[in-house]
């Protein structure tokens, strides 16, 4: 069980903390609580999700012992990109305060430990019923034992006991301290994003395309060089090729 009292002492603030063993899904609880109208930095946390998700509503595995977070934001006048990869950096730094291990980035929302996915990322934007515009940050990594080892890593071994719940305090922290700065870690996230320099594949309208990630945008697009000129993409998905 990941402890509440624990994780709010790791804080400097006294912010709403709910905290579950498992959950369908730790964002569409938070995104409930702000339609309600829930305080910014509300914090939603499970050690596992039946029904977690991905961008473009695909399946995200959840193993027991990971750790699966959602934070609400007052962020109705930001892009979910610059959230997202605002997150992106908060998560990096946060594994690297708490064990150590550094994590690079696949853009958008992937984290990655030697390669293989440990992590995603996705925000939310909804309405709350009173009519403001609200967002809901979900972070899930795998801080236990991989499940399936060849695809994807976990950050510890089957006889540690990873620190959730301060990683989930420094990653709350980490990014409600870089709202107000946004897009200040925008130089961090291209440092740390694996995908620049990298051949990709992508789908743009109904076609399959493929180009040079060449760099990223203040506002999180990634831009491609391709035969058609230079794109920029700001939502879906890309494929990094194999290295030549």
């Known amino acids: 069980m990941i402890s509440r009292e624990l994780i709010l002492s790791y804080l400097d603030c006294n912010l709403p903390v709910y905290c579950h063993d498992s959950l369908p899904s730790t964002n569409d609880m938070a995104k409930e609580l702000a339609r309600q109208g829930t305080a910014q930095g509300t914090l939603v946390i499970a050690g596992t999700q039946t029904k977690g998700r991905g ?78 515009m609200r967002q809901v940050i979900g972070i899930g990594i795998n801080t236990g034992v991989s499940p399936y080892p060849g695809q994807y890593a976990g950050l ?45 594949n992508f789908v743009d309208g109904d076609e399959q395309k493929q180009g040079l990630a060449v760099g990223i945008g203040d506002d999180g697009a990634l831009l491609v060089d391709t035969p058609d000129g230079l794109l920029r993409l700001t939502a879906g998905d890309v494929s990094v090729l194999p290295a030549e």
């Open 156 to 200: 510890s071994g089957p006889e540690e006991a990873y620190p959730r719940e301060r990683l989930a305090a420094l990653m709350t922290g980490h990014l409600l301290n870089g709202l107000a700065k946004i897009p200040g870690h925008m130089d961090e996230y291209r440092a740390l994003c694996q995908t620049v320099g990298r051949q990709v």
């Open 55 to 132: 961008m473009r509503g695909r399946s995200f595995i959840s193993p027991e012992g990971g750790l699966y977070m959602s934070l609400v934001v007052d962020g109705g006048g930001i892009l979910p990109g610059l959230l997202t990869t605002l997150a992106a950096v908060a998560a990096v730094r946060a594994v690297r305060e708490t064990s150590g291990h550094v994590l690079g980035i696949k853009w958008v929302n992937d984290l990655l430990l030697e390669g293989k996915k440990a992590g995603g990322i996705l925000t939310e934007a909804l309405t709350t019923d009173d009519g403001k």
